[in-house]
């Protein structure tokens, strides 16, 4: 879901994160190595992203790795590229 490298360290990246109702915490779809990228990402994911209780996603944000490190201690892991 992601055009990042493997090797690319997450904290160097622009997370897109969601939020869903009753959700006490953001959950990472897409990381990007360019923030226009995960803003546009962002745009176009928000309106379809539906959890397994059939709830859209109320919030979403893009958020610097290292933003996200100072917020939590730690860059949450890249989501995998494999298709497979």
């Not at 992601?2 to 997450?10: C, H, L, Q, V, Y």
């Not at 915490?25 to 995960?38: G, H, K, S």
């Not at 176009?44 to 709830?55: A, I, K, M």
């Amino acid at each position: 879901m992601s055009d990042a490298s493997a090797d690319t360290n997450g904290d160097e990246l622009y997370h897109v994160q969601v939020r869903y109702p009753r959700g006490d915490r953001w959950i990472t779809l897409a990381c990007e190595r360019e923030r226009r990228v995960a803003a546009r990402r962002a745009a176009l994911v928000f309106p379809q992203v539906v959890n397994t209780r059939g709830e859209h996603a109320m919030q979403v944000r893009v958020i610097h790795g290292a933003q996200l490190a100072a917020e939590d201690g730690a860059a949450p892991p890249v989501p995998s590229t494999d298709d497979s």
